[in-house]
């Protein structure tokens, strides 16, 4: 059973800077799809980031660009979001996911197979 357990998150101030992870088992995060999402209360869950297969290349949204970076631990099977310069609007619970496939069209959820279980991250102005 392919499993994403996630950690870190927590409460920062505007400016501060998170790190959140991601442990995959029984699935190679280097070989399938894998992203960041985030969700606040009543809205639809965003695609954060998100690497495709290999690392090949990345996806950023807009609002996060040149603040996060998504990156893959191999020998870990472990992916991150490190997040700085986080500001209010980065409020969310955050979701690592996975997908059962190499290739992923878009990044959005229907794309993707597997989900962690959330992290929330809240920031303060």
């Known amino acids: 059973q392919v499993r994403l357990v996630q950690s870190g998150g927590g409460s920062v101030q505007a400016g501060g800077s998170l790190k959140l992870s991601c442990v995959a088992s029984?699935?190679?995060?280097?070989?399938?799809?894998m992203a960041w999402f985030r969700q606040e209360p009543g809205k639809e869950r965003e695609g954060v980031a998100a690497?495709?297969?290999?690392?090949?290349?990345?996806f950023y949204t807009d609002s996060v660009k040149g603040r996060f970076t998504i990156s893959i631990d191999n020998a870990k099977n472990t992916g991150y979001l490190q997040m700085n310069n986080l500001n209010p609007e980065d409020t969310a619970m955050y979701y690592c996911a996975a997908a059962r496939s190499s290739y992923c069209p878009s990044v959005e959820s229907i794309y993707f197979n597997y989900w962690g279980q959330g992290t929330q991250v809240t920031v303060s102005s």
């Open positions: 029984r699935l190679s995060l280097n070989s399938n799809c």
């Open positions: 690497v495709f297969t290999g690392g090949g290349s990345t």
